[in-house]
């Protein structure tokens, strides 16, 4: 059974930074890449940023970049998402999400992984 749990979300203000964490169990992590997306009240799930199965590749949104990197560390199983310069936009739950196929690139379609956590929530007041 494959378990995704994310942590490190809260409330900072605007201009803060927050480090979240994905661990993962119950499959071969080391071989998935690994996605963050996030879902505000009321708007659709968007994605965020996205990391190749060895971490050489990352991707994030255009919204992000700049601010937010993605990490991994396979020893650990874990995946980071270190968010700098929070603004009040960036207020939504974050769910990390591992892909469908191993040895993959980083993607920013949902539907390319299957795998969710249950979502951390990050409240960015301003």
């Known amino acids: 059974q494959v378990q995704l749990v994310e942590s490190g979300g809260g409330l900072v203000q605007a201009g803060g930074s927050l480090r979240l964490s994905c661990a993962a169990s119950g499959r071969t992590f080391s071989t998935y890449a690994v996605g963050w997306f996030r879902q505000a009240p009321g708007k659709e799930r968007e994605f965020v940023a996205a990391?190749?199965?060895?971490?050489?590749?990352?991707t994030q949104a255009d919204s992000v970049k700049g601010r937010f990197t993605i990490s991994r560390d396979n020893t650990k199983n874990t995946v980071y998402l270190q968010m700098n310069s929070l603004l009040p936009e960036d207020t939504a739950i974050y769910y990390c999400?591992?892909?469908?196929?191993?040895?993959?690139?980083?993607?920013?379609?949902?539907?390319?992984?299957?795998?969710w956590g249950q979502g951390t929530q990050v409240a960015v007041s301003s």
């Open positions: 990391i190749s199965w060895g971490g050489s590749r990352t």
């Open positions: 999400a591992l892909a469908r196929r191993s040895y993959s690139i980083a993607t920013t379609n949902a539907r390319d992984y299957d795998y």
